[in-house]
T-cell receptor, first 115, second 113 residues
Framework: DAGVIQSPRHEVTEMGQEVTLRCKPI?????LFWYRQTMMRGLELLIY????????DSGMPEDRFSAKMPNASFSTLKIQPSEPRDSAVYFC?????????????FGPGTRLTVL | AQSVTQPDIHITVSEGASLELRCNYSYGATPYLFWYVQSPGQGLQLLLKYFSGDTLVQGIKGFEAEFKRSQSSFNLRKPSVHWSDAAEYFC???????????FGGGTRLMVKP
């Protein structure tokens, strides 16, 4: 299996622009997570889907952030409008199901820089 | 609320020396505990996990961790460190709701030749 796939790997944009990050989970996995990693705040869970349904979005910073999972093989995280403080590495992870002992498989991340 | 503390932000060890990375957790019930490793520019990879049974857990790459309920700890150990072990290590706790995890702040390991 190719593992979790994220695109783009790097994104540089200007403040105010819309940014869309993409994730393809491992085939057959039913749970998907979006994380943000910064030096100041470490690794933060943004949102969690199970069977394409958002289960917990309490980590989404504000209304500028939105996430969708239209089908089992694709998810997007959108930031509109982007701000310099959104600069971070965004990770997507997937697990086979909603079981607490399941291993989370992480993608390589998207490094976002907002100028 | 669950939380994880990794007291050491940076650790430097010599190649061949033993390693112990500390992890303390706060959780109301029996925790599920994980150690992940992140190499530069990469995503996180699972080293090992504990959810029941033997409190000494073996993982990949020669790592092990011991769950000590009385100390609320899950420290990661390796008897002999290799230069390729230089990375950032994250402890995580789960079990509260579904498979959501709370991660610690990470410990960056540097290995001296």
């Amino acid at each position: 299996d190719a593992g979790v796939i994220q695109s783009p790997r790097h994104e540089v944009t200007e403040m105010g622009q819309e940014v869309t990050l993409r994730c393809k989970p491992i085939s057959g996995h039913n749970s998907l997570f979006w994380y943000r990693q910064t030096m100041m705040r470490g690794l933060e869970l943004l949102i969690y889907f199970n069977n394409n349904v958002p289960i917990d979005d309490s980590g989404m910073p504000e209304d500028r952030f939105s996430a969708k999972m239209p089908n089992a093989s694709f998810s997007t995280l959108k930031i509109q409008p982007s701000e310099p403080r959104d600069s971070a590495v965004y990770f997507c992870a997937s697990t086979p199901g909603p079981i607490s002992t399941d291993t989370q498989y992480f993608g390589p991340g998207t490094r976002l820089t907002v100028l | 609320a669950q939380s994880v503390t990794q007291p050491d932000i940076h650790i430097t060890v010599s190649e061949g020396a033993s390693l112990e990375l500390r992890c303390n957790y706060s959780y109301g019930a029996t925790p599920y505990l994980f150690w992940y490793v992140q190499s530069p520019g990469q995503g996180l990879q699972l080293l090992l996990k504990y959810f029941s049974g033997d409190t000494l857990v073996q993982g990949i790459k020669g790592f092990e961790a011991e769950f000590k309920r009385s100390q609320s700890s899950f420290n990661l150990r390796k008897p002999s460190v290799h230069w390729s072990d230089a990375a950032e290590y994250f402890c995580a706790v789960g079990g509260n709701a579904g498979n959501m995890l709370t991660f610690g702040g990470g410990t960056r390991l540097m290995v001296k030749p």
